[in-house]
């Protein structure tokens, strides 16, 4: 339940369209639905402004399509599956097929996918998400898609890594009309400096495990963006897309 659910429910119960009892049923759900495998936190929107989102690693298939069913009957706002398998799509989209709420929406390829349900309102504010590497998409197909849900329509730079910075200069004018910027890159993880340097926006810099050796899975471009000589860039953890998208939401308005 959001913040305009929960008005309308008031107004509801003031004006008689909804009974006192009706309207305790539903708030029996707040704060949490317990599933006994997982108690769904259906108060975290009215706390953060923001729907508790499914993480699909660690869950069976059965279990991910039984906590998207109950974000879906019982909230009005996006439902987000991350990481899913293939299994973990199959079994959500057969469920929610036979509930009525279509198959979702998916994002992704290879080992795990993003599946969204429903987004929110519109969104103000100019988001750009810019990756160093074609081998960065996965983590940035995760970020736009939680955008998009979360009401943003992000602008998404592929390729434009300082190895041939011409290639980011050519997009100098879409980091300067940004409201934010989220940067994705592994390796050395350099580019969030030089974007941060050249963009007044807040920038949230995703490290990704893409990389050889001594990149040690994406420790080397977390520390070097946690040193980063631009100053007031956000660092999130390692090929975390979906919490720059959570971080975006919670700078922008």
Not at 27 to 34: G, M, N, Q, S, V
Request: charged share 15%; glycine share 10%.
């Amino acid at each position: 339940m959001d913040p305009s659910a929960l008005r309308t429910l008031i107004d509801q119960v003031a004006s008689g369209d909804c009974s006192p009892d009706d309207a305790v049923r539903q708030l029996r759900r707040l704060p949490y639905a317990d599933l006994g495998f997982a108690r769904i936190d259906h108060h975290r929107d009215l706390r953060q402004g923001m729907p508790e989102a499914v993480y699909g690693p660690g869950k069976s298939p059965e279990h991910c399509a039984a906590i998207v069913e109950e974000l879906l009957t019982a909230t009005p706002g996006p439902v987000l599956l991350t990481r899913a398998t293939e299994a973990q799509v199959k079994a959500v989209s057969a469920q929610t097929e036979a509930l009525g709420h279509g198959p979702g929406e998916l994002t992704g390829a290879g080992s795990w996918w993003t599946m969204t349900f429903r987004s929110a309102s519109s969104r103000e504010g100019k988001v750009v998400v810019v990756t160093a590497g074609t081998a960065d998409l996965p983590i940035a197909d995760e970020c736009t898609a939680v955008l998009r849900a979360l009401g943003f329509a992000p602008t998404l730079l592929v390729d434009c890594g300082v190895a041939g910075l011409h290639r980011l200069l050519a997009e100098v004018d879409e980091l300067a009309m940004a409201d934010a910027v989220v940067v994705i890159a592994g390796m050395e993880g350099a580019l969030a400096s030089v974007v941060g340097g050249l963009t007044p926006a807040p920038v949230v810099a995703v490290p990704t495990s893409t990389g050889y050796g001594a990149s040690f899975e994406g420790v080397t471009a977390l520390l070097a963006m946690l040193a980063a000589c631009a100053s007031g860039v956000t660092v999130v953890g390692i090929d975390n897309g979906y919490g720059a998208a959570c971080a975006i939401a919670r700078l922008l308005p």
